[in-house]
Nanobody, 126 residues
């Protein structure tokens, strides 16, 4: 059974960087499409970025385009989320999720994914 564990969260100053990792056990991540989602207090969970295992397409939410990047590390069965130029509004619990999605050209939603990690807190504050 696929299990996902996020790591790499923490406290960072505005303008700083963090790299989140989503490491899988129980199955190879190669066959799964992966999404990173976040949920801030009092707000709904939203998709940050997703990558398809089928056509390699990626989706980025508008507010993170040019600042965040999703990538796979096949050797470590891990997907990374590189976050640069962080802003206070990026503060949230970040979750990774796995599912079977053919393409991300139309975006992604949490209903596309069936396996979820426990989340990691990211706080951007001076």
């Amino acid at each position: 059974q696929l299990q996902l564990v996020e790591s790499g969260g923490g406290l960072v100053q505005p303008g700083g960087s963090l790299r989140l990792s989503c490491t899988a056990s129980g199955s190879s991540l190669d066959i799964y499409s992966i999404g990173w989602f976040r949920q801030a207090p009092g707000k709904e969970r939203e998709a940050v970025t997703c990558i398809s295992s089928s056509d390699g397409s990626k989706y980025y939410e508008d507010s993170v385009k040019g600042r965040f990047s999703i990538s796979r590390d096949y050797a470590k069965n891990t997907v990374h989320l590189q976050m640069n130029s962080l802003k206070p509004e990026d503060t949230a619990v970040y979750y990774c999720a796995a599912g079977f999605v053919f393409t991300m050209l139309g975006g992604c939603t949490d209903t596309d994914f069936g396996s979820w990690g426990q989340g990691t807190q990211v706080t951007v504050s001076s």
